[in-house]
Structure formats: structure tokens, C-alpha cells
């Protein structure tokens, strides 16, 4: 199983980015998606995840209203459209999938890990 984001790079504040994972060696479908980051000397974070056809999302507050999260299963892709970046943003992100039936599972664990890309948010 391989997860592939791209898309990261420079933005100035106030600015948009869409990042985007691509996965391979897995059943996207059956996989419910979702965005991580890690900034440096932080712990890593959950940011928004999408169920197995993408009619239901989840955020975490501080990304309310400026991400937004999508899928598309015919490409196995999901991505991660941020925009109004705050320099805070900056930090590695990374897409996780997670096999289950259960849309509100305690405690979801997450498979598989992609390598991350980085977005920087110059202020």
C-alpha cells in the first residue's frame, strides 16, 4: 500500500493551497480518508477526514470553514483545498486511511500513512 501526496510548497499568508494523496494497493472505497499535519517540535494533528463516498466530513475547529476536504474514488485520490493560510498552517502534511464500517468508530485507528508534503506559509 502507497500513499502519495503532492501539492505542498509556498504560499503567502492569506493565500490558498490544495494538496492531494493519491493511494495505490488498497480498495480506496473501503477506506475512510483523512489529513494529518505536523509542525516542527509539534505533535502531529488531525485535521478533517471523509468517509468512503464523501457524504460526510469531519474538522477539526481550527480549519472549520477554510479546509475542505474531497475524494474522488475513481481516481483513488483524496485532497485537501486550504485556503486563507495563516503562517501557523506551516507544517508537513500527510493523508491516512482507515479501514471500517463505522462512520463514528472510538478511537480510529489509521492503517496506512503517506510520506507527507510540506506546506510553508510565509507571514
Known amino acids: 500500500v502507497q500513499l502519495q501526496a503532492s501539492g505542498g510548497g509556498l504560499v503567502q499568508t492569506g493565500g490558498s493551497l490544495r494538496i492531494s494523496c493519491v493511494a495505490s494497493g488498497l480498495t480506496f472505497s473501503r477506506y475512510i480518508m483523512a489529513w494529518f499535519r505536523q509542525a516542527p517540535g509539534k505533535e502531529r494533528e488531525f485535521l478533517a477526514r471523509?468517509?468512503?463516498?464523501?457524504?460526510?466530513?469531519e474538522y477539526v475547529d481550527f480549519v472549520k470553514g477554510r479546509f475542505t476536504i474531497s475524494r474522488d474514488n475513481a481516481k483513488n485520490t483524496v485532497s485537501l483545498q486550504m485556503n486563507n493560510l495563516k503562517p501557523e498552517d506551516t507544517a508537513i502534511y500527510s493523508c491516512?486511511?482507515?479501514?471500517?464500517?463505522?462512520?463514528?468508530?472510538?478511537?480510529?485507528?489509521?492503517?496506512?500513512w503517506g510520506q507527507g508534503t510540506l506546506v510553508t506559509v510565509s507571514s
Open positions: 471523509i468517509d468512503w463516498n464523501g457524504g460526510q466530513t
Open positions: 491516512a486511511a482507515h479501514r471500517s464500517f463505522i462512520w463514528d468508530e472510538v478511537g480510529p485507528i489509521y492503517s496506512y
